[in-house]
């Protein structure tokens, strides 16, 4: 049992829990689906996924290359920065044939999704999009409401134990297990 005002243990999420989310979300909510699943394999954090832009993607290639984040700003709300202190170039992260399957359909649903609203997904939107009251554009999705999505989710499947940051340990965990270097897996 944890202790008041101590942080819980780190306590990766198990394969088959893990599963059980994508199914469920592949069935119900498949544009967090999409997030879920990239979260898993890459293992990177909300405001990294929230900040993806179909440029950082080379689907034929399967690679994604993660840049920038979203960052709260106190003054602006959330903005861009990059990850890196020195702007330096993060190498690409591979994915998966399944997942290039996912995003390519992730992404033909959100254009046509927004040409119902008059809007059209340029070729540098952000993957993960919300339409503007009044259909005057998109904007990324906030971090915050992908943390509020997931939570609802997770209540869904009695998986309170697992949270989104969560898929960064299980991914790090799957990666070690399988013998890649602990230098492979904190780069």
């Known amino acids: 049992e944890p202790i008041a005002g101590q942080p819980r243990e780190i306590e990766p999420p198990a394969p088959a829990q893990v599963a059980t989310l994508l199914t469920h979300l592949i069935e119900h909510e498949p544009e967090m689906a999409v997030?879920?699943?990239?979260?898993?394999?890459?293992?990177?954090?909300?405001?990294?996924?929230?900040?993806?832009?179909?440029?950082?993607?080379?689907?034929?290639?399967?690679?994604?290359?993660?840049?920038?984040?979203?960052?709260?700003?106190?003054?602006?709300?959330?903005?861009?920065?990059?990850?890196?202190?020195?702007?330096?170039?993060?190498?690409?992260?591979?994915?998966?044939?399944?997942?290039?399957?996912?995003?390519?359909?992730?992404?033909?649903?959100?254009?046509?999704?927004?040409?119902?609203?008059g809007l059209t997904l340029a070729d540098d939107a952000h993957v993960f999009v919300r339409v503007l009251p009044g259909a005057t554009g998109v904007a990324p999705w906030s971090p915050d409401g992908i943390s509020r999505r997931f939570s609802r989710v997770r209540a869904d499947l009695d998986l309170e134990r697992v949270r989104l940051h969560d898929l960064r340990h299980y991914v790090a965990t799957t990666l070690l297990d399988q013998q890649v270097p602990v230098t492979t897996v904190a780069g």
């Open 35 to 117: 997030l879920v699943r990239l979260a898993a394999i890459t293992g990177r954090r909300r405001g990294e996924l929230a900040a993806l832009r179909w440029t950082d993607f080379d689907l034929d290639g399967g690679t994604v290359t993660v840049t920038r984040t979203l960052a709260d700003s106190a003054s602006d709300g959330w903005v861009e920065r990059p990850i890196t202190k020195n702007r330096s170039r993060t190498p690409p992260l591979s994915i998966d044939p399944a997942t290039v399957a996912l995003l390519r359909s992730h992404r033909l649903a959100t254009r046509e999704a927004l040409l119902t609203v």
